[in-house]
């Protein structure tokens, strides 16, 4: 029973080429998010999706461009891929309210490797 | 969000209590704490959150100074599962939905 699942879990790929990650909930909730964390750690967010609906785009190149079909899922699709976006590519959700603060649940992870 | 300070890295035996700090000296009223872990190469986990009042659920303890600048969370009996980096984040209700983190303080627990 994966709360949040991703796919593919590893990815190696050429420069300049397109790709997409795929995330899926199975938790009803209605929020979902992308975050990077690079070779440092960091982990930072890129996108935040509400019912289907863009809430958050972070300064994050136009090459990326979050697809969200319906509220359970939420793909990242990468244009030209560079050097730069290897990374680690979370996704999550989390239900959201003005008056209750929700924990976000996260998937495993997509390594994205770049050569 | 407020800012959070915590110490980069901490050790704790196996079966003893780990007490990591978060210093969040510019909390304002409406924010909340939150505590998550990173265990390695795997997705953030959420541990526990508070306001002002001390909470405790099956993963951990949290203990808020009375005026909210600092918190400590508590894993009662450390294992070398909980081996992880913790994240102590700051966020308001009502607040942009994204969590933010900082570097957090790694865990290593020792057998």
């Known amino acids: 029973d994966t709360a949040v699942s991703q796919t593919p879990k590893y990815l190696v790929t050429q420069m300049g080429n397109d790709k997409s990650i795929k995330c899926e909930q199975n938790?009803?909730?209605?929020?979902m998010y992308w975050y990077k964390q690079d070779s440092k750690k960091f982990l930072k967010i890129m996108f935040s999706y509400n019912n289907k609906e863009l809430i958050i785009n972070e300064t994050v190149p136009n090459r990326f461009s979050p697809k969200s079909p319906d509220k359970a899922h939420l793909n990242l699709h990468i244009n030209s891929l560079e050097l730069g976006d290897s990374a680690v590519y979370f996704c999550a959700s989390s239900q959201e309210s003005l008056v209750v603060l929700r924990e976000q649940y996260f998937g495993p992870g997509t390594r994205l490797t770049v050569t | 969000d407020a800012k959070t300070t915590q110490p980069p890295s901490m050790d704790c035996a196996e079966g003893r209590a780990a007490n990591l700090p978060c210093n969040h000296s510019t909390i304002s009223g409406n924010e909340y704490v939150y505590w998550y872990r990173q265990i390695h190469s795997q997705g953030p986990q959420y541990i526990i959150h508070?306001?002002?009042n001390n909470e405790t659920n099956e993963m951990a303890s949290l203990i808020i100074t009375e005026d909210r600048k600092s918190s400590t969370l508590i894993l009662p009996h450390a294992t070398l599962r909980d081996t992880a980096v913790y994240y102590c984040i700051v966020r308001a209700r009502g607040s942009a939905r994204q969590l933010t983190f900082g570097s957090g303080t790694q865990l290593t627990v020792l057998p």
């Open positions: 508070g306001l002002k």
């Open positions: 938790l009803g909730h209605d929020t």
